[in-house]
């Protein structure tokens, strides 16, 4: 499906030409970003959600369980490649696992046995794969009806996860298309709940829910433990102030200040100056330097983002922290 | 996802004793207890707000430490605002929060929730409770929960649900806020969300 791959890039190409300026620096496409978003919203508003939800109110809680896990099961087979891909191959061995218990004693994937039998489900896909070898995210990206995503997930999905729907090989074509109808509507009926809180909490829904996604993915990418790293900080255009608040925004939320530093400071908790507990538990730096490091408490602290970080980000994990741990973050 | 979310404040209802608790065993603690509570409340279940508000109220909220989520959520602006500023931006977030998340408690469904070991030493004041909520047909959502020490026991200041930071995912919204109209208008766009909500759903959480 190559011609799908140059079709996307060559979109996205274009879009780049009409970026906006100023904003986010993941979302240099937001101009583009919010009209689709709205028209997904609208989409949804018409059709996918009403239908969603009759399709909730209608089907017992049971069944809708049965077929959630039937197309869990179906996807099982493909997580499994890249957990092994990605170098997990225990992972991958327990998703292979999965799918052949729930697709036997599970009645076609109906019932999810293998979980209670301690096969944890997983979620991986091509996108995640690629993060986890280096690749960074690129601009995000709202999909037409599928949602958001970025330069790296969209790609992903179109030229390569594509391949490991088993869906796609359904020869009957009507039937496939009823398959993927009833998958849509079951993944949107298991989400109205998520998707009325979001709604609800945002001040800015657009905004929530890409951040919200782009969180999700960074989480994803490193199976729920990802590194306290800042993320590149790539426009410069506006200045210190603006990239440091780009760069305070994407960073890890949960401050793990140990207690060399002493007293939480409140007003720096937020520049996430802590080092990861996993860093602060090397001691690799003398208390000293780091507290001149840190100024004095109650003054602001700037993180210090060294030259070669763009590339520092792209290094596989283990060099990456290895470097944190030894010099560059304060 | 949505059960998810209702756990996080679940987790934080209790009585004052588990102050003395370490942070996990608080959480443990706490969450036992308002999942039973839920269990046996069929009006909670259906979705009646009021006893819902009431029970975060009582349970919840004593465990959550509001100025420093919002300090959090507003990030290098906030040393900028006054403390008048600081205080409203306070009231408003934790009002939103609050609502939000306590809409969430009626979803929870018999979701198993699993802790993690600690991975803290004893005389940590700033750690990380790290929880699973088990689904069927779904991988576990991981509901983490950053807590500190402070004098009036452990509070959490930020809470995490599958990698994203409830608090946090304000972050680019608010800095875009404050850049465009300055504190004031961060603090006016919350207050009409606020207002928005209620005349929504009817019911004021306090």
Known sequence: ?330 | MKVVIALCFSVFASAVSAQDLAPDAQVKKITDEVIGVIKQDKDIQGGNQKKINDLVDAKVLPYFNFSHMTALAVGRNWPKASAEQQKMLTSEFRTLLVRTYSSALSTYKNQVIEFKPLRAAAADTDVTVRTQVKQPGAEPISIDYSMEKIPSGWKVYDVAVGGVSLVTNYRETFNAEIRDGGVDSLIKSLASKNRSLETQTGSKPK
């Open chain 1, 1 to 330: 499906m190559l011609w799908r791959f140059l079709g996307l890039l060559l979109l996205l190409t274009a879009l780049g030409g009409c970026a906006t300026t100023g904003g986010n620096p993941h979302d240099p496409l937001e101009g583009y970003n919010r009209a689709m978003f709205g028209f997904n919203e609208g989409v949804d508003n018409a059709i996918v959600k009403p239908v969603a939800s009759g399709y909730k109110t209608v089907m017992p809680e049971f069944a809708r369980t049965g077929v959630t896990n039937f197309f869990s099961n179906l996807r099982d087979p493909w997580i499994g490649v890249n957990n092994i891909l990605q170098g997990k191959v225990g992972a991958g061995a327990s998703d292979f696992g999965r799918f052949a218990m729930n697709t036997t004693v599970g009645i076609l994937g109906l019932f999810d046995v293998a979980s209670n039998a301690g096969l944890e489900k997983h979620n991986e896909d091509f996108g995640q794969t690629l993060g986890r070898w280096g690749v960074g995210s690129g601009a995000y990206v709202m999909l037409p009806i599928l949602g958001p995503s970025t330069v790296r997930d969209g790609v992903s999905l179109f030229a390569v996860d594509w391949h490991g729907d088993p869906l796609w090989y359904v020869g009957n074509i009507p039937a496939r298309n009823e398959l993927m109808g009833v998958r849509l509507v079951d993944n949107r009926a298991n989400l109205l709940d998520a998707g009325r809180l979001a709604e609800e909490a945002a001040l800015d829904h657009y905004a929530y829910v890409r951040d919200a996604y782009l969180q999700r993915r960074r989480s994803l990418i490193y199976d729920g433990d990802p590194p306290p790293e800042p993320e590149p900080a790539k426009t410069s255009e506006s200045g210190d102030g603006k990239d440091a608040a780009a760069r305070a925004g994407t960073e890890l939320p949960p401050a793990q200040i140990t207690t060399q530093w002493g007293e939480r400071v409140i007003t720096a908790a937020d520049e996430e100056l802590t080092p990861a507990k996993e860093f602060s538990e090397a001691k690799a730096q003398p208390v000293a330097a780091r507290q001149e490091a840190a100024g004095a408490p109650g003054s602001i602290y700037e993180p210090r983002i060294p030259y070669n970080n763009d590339a520092l980000l792209v290094a596989p994990g283990e060099a990456r922290i290895g470097f944190a741990q030894t010099s560059v973050r304060p």
